[in-house]
């Protein structure tokens, strides 16, 4: 059962353009979203967050967006630069309690930003 | 070193052997956590320790896997009995606290079952 799903396996898009990464998730009780970045050979690195209680975050070139009643959050990069090219993966996690730290993540898309 | 280590980088090992992959997380970090990223997939959960509270085993998908964290420092991920389904990338991640959501990660063990 995926909890959180990335339905674009790839994205493509042209220097200084916006890319839009979308995520799905299916659990209600999910209470904090995080978006990684994953160059080959490396491990995800973070990149931006939101609590449930928000609908927009930014940071620089990154917002991430969040729509509560439809389940939906994404992330827009704007202007993209070659750079941004990477696997980048959307995470949930659960309320706090035991399983504070226990991060749901989806299959990730793969951006590809060109010259 | 600043950041999270593991080691070896790449495991490569036949059916049925034993293997122990190594995670050193960032000085400090309290919790720490191990998911596994299979050809194609997102990353799967696999285990969670956090001071010295009892883990959180609940992604270990059979019994033949294992994880200890001694001293609150380095932790070991044990595969027994290893299948070719246990091929993947082992990544561990460390987070200051229990009660952050940010948790930075190793560039992992890739696992080759042959």
């Known amino acids: 059962d995926q909890q959180v799903k990335q339905n674009s396996p790839s994205l493509s898009v042209q220097e200084g353009r916006i890319s839009i990464l979308n995520c799905d998730y299916t659990n209600s009780m999910f209470d904090y979203f995080l978006w990684y970045k994953k160059y080959p050979a490396e491990g995800p690195t973070f990149l931006i967050s939101?609590?449930?209680?928000?609908d927009k975050n930014e940071d620089g070139r990154f917002t991430v967006f969040l729509n509560k009643s439809a389940k939906h959050l994404s992330l827009h990069i704007v202007p993209s630069q070659p750079g941004d090219s990477a696997v980048y993966f959307c995470?949930?996690?659960?309320?706090?309690?035991?399983?504070?730290?226990?991060?749901?993540f989806g299959q990730g898309t793969i951006l590809t930003v060109h010259p | 070193g600043a950041g999270v280590s593991q080691s070896p980088s790449n495991k490569v090992t036949e059916k049925g052997k034993d293997v122990e992959l190594r995670c050193d997380p960032i000085?400090?970090?309290?919790?720490l956590y191990w998911y596994r990223q299979s050809l194609g997939q997102g990353l799967e959960f696999l285990i969670y320790?956090?001071?010295?509270?009892?883990?959180?085993k609940s992604g270990l998908p059979s019994d033949r896997f294992s994880a200890e964290r001694t001293g609150g420092s380095v932790s070991t991920l044990t595969i027994q009995r290893t299948q070719q389904e246990d091929s993947a990338v082992y990544l561990c991640a460390s987070g200051s606290s229990g009660s952050s959501y940010e948790q930075y990660f190793g560039p992992g063990t890739r696992l080759t079952v042959t």
């Open positions: 939101i609590s449930s209680i928000k």
């Open positions: 000085s400090g970090h309290t919790a």
């Open positions: 995470a949930a996690g659960p309320p706090g309690g035991t399983s504070y730290g226990k991060l749901t």
């Open positions: 320790f956090q001071g010295n509270s009892a883990p959180d």
